[in-house]
């Protein structure tokens, strides 16, 4: 597993899921969400809540997105070995 945390530019499906994802110069096509998952952060530094995606890309690659809705930002958080 590698940590990468770099923001990302995410398209969605018409269900507001990811759909496609970028990074590197490379497009990502997702096959399949594995997990979604909400965390909190720290609301006594005045982090927002972060919506987790474990996701399957079409080219089997395995990672980890993340939505920060404070921000309305997306990164790649985790690429899987």
């Known amino acids: ?3 990468r945390q ?3 530019e995410v398209l969605l499906d018409q269900k507001g899921e990811p759909a496609s994802f970028s990074w590197s110069g490379r497009r990502e096509v997702v096959a399949e969400i594995i997990d979604k998952w909400w965390e909190g952060g720290r609301w006594w530094a005045g982090e927002r809540e972060m ?13 980890e ?4 809705s404070g921000e309305g930002t ?3 958080a985790r690429v899987f070995d």
């Open 6 to 8: 770099r923001q990302i």
């Open 74 to 76: 997306w990164w790649l």
């Open 51 to 63: 919506i987790i995606y474990r996701l399957l890309t079409r080219r089997g690659g395995l990672y």
């Open 65 to 68: 997105i993340h939505f920060h």
């Open 1 to 3: 597993m590698k940590v």
